[in-house]
């Protein structure tokens, strides 16, 4: 899968990853329904990831939960029509999401001001 290494700088004050930081919770047979963890994230990765991973016409659910407010981990729900597995839809809709972020700072590069550095 698409993954971006986290950035400890970043972080706040989580605890370094030690394992996956996405693993699979449950799945049905076929592949077409799972829940997946997603560790040291949030709503700021859970609704933008849930809102293009809907986008997928292969998708007929999916939904994203923040078990408990002191845990930095989130569960997202994929059940797709059994064309493409969860794990497939998932995984395109982490590089569809990269993709559009990339495009957002593409575009705000071209319009700021000569003077903005990364």
């Given at each position: 899968m698409a993954m971006i290494e986290p950035n400890p700088a970043l972080g706040g004050n989580l605890p370094p990853l030690v394992g996956p930081k996405i693993s699979l919770l449950q799945s049905d047979n076929d592949g077409s329904t799972?829940?997946?963890?997603?560790l040291q994230e949030d709503h700021t990765l859970g609704n933008p990831l849930r809102h293009i991973i809907l986008k997928n016409p292969a998708v007929e659910?999916?939904?994203?939960?923040?078990?408990?407010?002191?845990?930095?981990?989130?569960?997202?729900?994929?059940?797709?029509?059994?064309?493409r597995t969860a794990t497939q839809a998932l995984?395109?809709?982490?590089?569809?999401?990269?993709?559009?972020?990339?495009?957002?700072?593409?575009?705000?590069?071209?319009k700021a001001q000569p003077s903005y550095e990364p």
């Open positions: 799972a829940t997946f963890v997603i659910f999916c939904a994203y939960t923040v078990p408990h407010p002191s845990e930095a981990k989130i569960h997202i729900r994929i059940q797709t029509d059994g064309s995984d395109k809709g982490l590089n569809d999401l990269i993709a559009v972020t990339e495009h957002i700072q593409q575009l705000f590069r071209q």
